[in-house]
């Protein structure tokens, strides 16, 4: 079994002058006070701009394995280790409304992994439609919260079909296989939050995988899909199980630009799930080759309201949540086209753990 390395200290050269951290805090405050977000919109934004600044956590640190190297995909981004967390952010005209509760999400979703998980590389692929652009406090936002940059163009699908994820230009997510400079990586959607240890992704599961000679691996949306439903549960329409259907929220992969080149052709020729836009791709291009990765690393909250007996079972070791139901940013409002609350999926608690980190 592969050890996580001990945690390296920091270069005292390379920490940011906490004058310079409160004057840029100030900045940002400043544009938050005068943007056209809501009260309670600034209030939730500058808690977590207050939490950066006061458990920032640097990118200097050793090398895990060597010097240091760049991306070839992003010259910008340094690789530090054999192991990166990986997200994605994509801001096009259809969803630059909400973007920045994504960004938030992302950002928490940095700081609550890096409590376990200091010694892994974090990267976000972000891509932004010409004619738009991100705000330097948004981007500020994102490094202070861990994440190295790795701007990228948006990968879109033949298939024309209106739907959240195709508005989001989820595809682009793929890009992930071509940072081959790391060993392993795990893709991790930024609805998603730490409340364990997730590197045993790294150390534990990542050599099984070797062993077995498999380069992907994704969790079951439903790992008891013969739980009995009830009428409720068909009419709500989220508990109805789909046997060996993964879920793409969190995926760990080998990168390979062989496989990031064969994934965008069947990408427009293959027959898939096509309105799980990436998901149903990555279950129908590695069927029969997907490790199974436990629930505990994609905690898949619909299951809380589908199927809770074998949630409170699990419950104890979950290492990562994944809000499918509800976004833990709307615990006291409706907005927009979600209906439905934490509180109506009865996940109250894991949203209040969210909001308040």
Request: aromatic residues 12%.
């Amino acid at each position: 079994m592969v050890h996580p390395p001990n945690h390296p200290k920091l270069h005292p050269n390379m920490k940011l002058e906490k004058s310079m951290v409160l004057l840029m805090c100030a900045i940002m405050c400043s544009y938050l006070l005068y943007s056209n977000l809501s009260d309670h919109d600034q209030q939730v934004v500058i808690h977590l701009l207050d939490r950066m600044t006061n458990s920032r956590r640097s990118h200097a640190r050793s090398a895990v394995h060597g010097t240091p190297q760049n991306l070839s995909v992003c010259p910008s981004v340094l690789v530090r280790s054999r192991f990166a967390f990986v997200t994605y952010i994509g801001i096009n005209q259809l969803i630059a409304p909400k973007v920045l509760w994504y960004i938030v999400g992302a950002c928490k979703l940095a700081q609550s992994l890096l409590r376990f998980s200091p010694e892994v590389d974090f990267v976000m692929l972000l891509a932004i439609e010409d004619g738009l652009s991100l705000p330097r406090y948004q981007q500020d936002m994102i490094e202070w919260s861990g994440w190295q940059i790795c701007r990228v163009d948006f990968i879109a699908s033949k298939n024309l079909i209106h739907h959240r994820f195709y508005d989001a230009k989820i595809f682009t997510k793929l890009h992930v296989f071509k940072l081959i400079e790391y060993e392993a990586i795990a893709c991790i959607d930024s609805d998603m939050f730490a409340v364990q240890n997730a590197s045993g992704l790294f150390y534990e599961i990542w050599p099984d995988m070797q062993l077995r000679n498999l380069t992907f691996a994704m969790a079951l949306d439903y790992p008891r899909a013969s739980t009995p439903r009830t009428v409720i549960h068909y009419l709500i329409g989220k508990c109805i199980p789909v046997p060996s259907h993964y879920n793409a929220g969190i995926f760990m992969l080998q990168p390979s630009l062989q496989t990031y080149r064969d994934l965008t052709v069947a990408m427009n020729i293959d027959t898939y799930d096509l309105s799980m836009c990436e998901q149903g791709l990555l279950n129908d291009f590695f069927r029969g080759r997907t490790y199974e990765l436990p629930y505990k690393y994609n905690a898949n909250l619909v299951l809380k309201a589908c199927d809770p007996d074998f949630y409170l079972q699990q419950k104890s070791q979950i290492a990562i949540l994944h809000f499918t139901v509800a976004k833990p940013w709307m615990t006291s409002m409706w907005a927009d086209e979600w209906m439905w609350s934490c509180p109506w999926w009865h996940i109250s608690e894991e949203c209040t753990a969210w909001a308040v980190f």
